[in-house]
């Protein structure tokens, strides 16, 4: 299995900018398509985007869609999640999951483990 830590995060005012890291172990992230959920208080999991193994292939939630890009770098087993323009509904705990099917599933339900994520907080 392919542990992940989520890091990056931090406080920012709104309209700013955070770069987040998903650091991979244990397996190539080559074999997996990867994705990027938040969690904001008192709200179930959402999903927020994902990549192909190659990277040729991204899709983004309607809600960061022109203010998030997803990418990976598989040499350096990492994913990153590039935030721009950030709002304060956009605060929440952010996580990275891996799976080996073609797409990464965006129900989180479909994922057994979750690794450490990483708080980003935008104040207004």
């Known amino acids: 299995q392919v542990q992940l830590v989520a890091s990056g995060g931090g406080l920012v005012q709104a309209g700013g900018s955070l770069r987040l890291s998903c650091a991979a172990s244990?397996?190539?992230?080559?074999?997996?398509?990867m994705a990027w959920f938040r969690q904001a208080p008192g709200k179930e999991r959402e999903f927020v985007a994902r990549i192909s193994r190659s990277g040729a292939s991204t899709v983004y939630v309607n809600s960061v869609k022109g203010r998030f890009t997803i990418s990976r770098d598989n040499a350096k087993n990492t994913v990153y999640l590039q935030m721009t323009s950030l709002k304060p509904e956009d605060t929440a705990v952010y996580y990275c999951?891996?799976?080996?099917?073609?797409?990464?599933?965006?129900?989180?339900?479909?994922?057994?483990?979750w690794g450490q994520g990483t708080q980003v907080t935008v104040s207004s």
């Open positions: 999951n891996a799976d080996a099917r073609t797409i990464a599933p965006s129900d989180p339900d479909e994922y057994d483990y």
């Open positions: 244990g397996r190539a992230i080559s074999n997996y398509a």
